[in-house]
């Protein structure tokens, strides 16, 4: 910081020179005229949407392609192109950019969906430019070019008087150096803390399976273990839901569950305790055969695509949920979209160890979780608080006085 506030005052010590866009560059269209069909087979790279919006700089390993005539005139990117997303059902998500930081020696295609602005000369570093157009000041000044009400699309003619500080080439390198280097730091942690969750994980599926495995169950119970249809050991309360169209829901504060969790929250609610939500229709089976399953308690409402189950006699509802996402049901899973019917779900044969035993694993288990849930928490938590430390250099590193 201070060797580039040193810089600055050297350089640039009455402030830096602020442009309009429309008057150091210019801006084109992406691909016009393109249907359905063009994206089969294609013979030319493009990029797309997500590609602009997910990336500071351009991603050129996994395009898609289209197909493109030879004759056709369509505009090509280049080295040094500021690309924007153009329209959104989302404000925020209008007019992010991605900039063109390397040499293309091929022609590589915009979509409809983006456009791109070219500077007239080399004023601005490509790699400078992908800092500066995603910072707030600038980011703020974008969104004001937005128009619309469900969806919001950026004028362009509003954006051309946008006005962007044009430091010396100088400065740009060295900010760019800067935060790279804290964008680097920045990756590495976030890698390394969620490799560190990810074992968390794997080590407590590893332990929930252990636990719940017939042998462990055997050893905890000396006298056996019995097998009950889940009908017999809990509650099906699947008569008591009720769907309610989007367009119908109040916005209120009590959790609206659907097959694989909360969809809404809404003014009223259909159930009051503790549940185990398994999803009947739609999302109900996990990558790994396991049921979609949800703990749900307190005042909810549940639609028609999950099943509701509620304590009885015999079994811990915990021990059940924790049982639950060990088992395979992909042998009761029919149909498309997938369904598990009340038929199928109340004839699954669970073990039923002493309730003792059933407390002691559940004590275990809750731990576990627990400390997973607290990692989960406060691992995101710690990369939240460095991008948002990143973001305030960026800011900060990017904001010039103008030129009196």
Partial sequence: MNKIEEMIKKLCPNGVEYKELSKIGEFY?????????????????????????????VNFDKLDTVQ??????????????????????????????????????????????????????NILLPNFCKFLFRSYEIRKKIIKC???????????EKLKKIKIPVPPIAVQQEIVKVLDTFSELTAELTAELAAELAARKKQYAYYK??????????????????????????????????????????????????????????DSYIFDGTYILMGEDGSVINKDNTPVLNWATGKIWVNNHAHVL???????????????QTIDISAIVRGTPPKITQQDLKILKIPVPPLEVQEYIVNILDKFDSLVNDIMVGLPAEIAARQKQYAYYRDKLLTFASLK
């Fill in 310 to 324: 509620k304590e009885k006699s015999d079994m811990l509802l915990r021990f059940l949920y924790y049982y639950l």
């Fill in 146 to 156: 937005a128009n619309g009400v469900t969806r919001y699309n950026i004028s362009k």
């Fill in 209 to 266: 399976h252990k636990l719940l495995s017939f042998e462990n169950l055997i050893d905890l119970s000396p006298n056996g273990v019995e097998y009950k249809e889940l009908s017999e050991l809990c509650d099906i309360m699947d008569s008591y839901r009720k769907p309610i169209t989007k367009e119908k829901r109040i916005s209120g504060i009590y959790p609206y569950y659907g097959a694989n969790g909360i969809q809404d929250y809404i």
């Fill in 29 to 57: 269209s992406g691909l016009s005229g393109k249907r359905k069909e063009n994206f089969v087979n294609g013979n030319q790279k493009f990029i797309s949407y997500i590609n602009v919006f997910k990336n500071k700089a």
């Fill in 68 to 121: 493109v005539a030879s004759n056709e005139k369509q505009n090509t990117v280049q080295y040094g192109d500021i690309l924007f997303t153009g329209s959104s059902e989302n404000l925020e998500e209008c007019g992010i950019t991605s900039v063109v930081t390397k040499v293309i020696q091929e022609n590589i295609y915009l979509n409809s969906f983006c456009f791109g602005y070219r500077l007239h000369e």
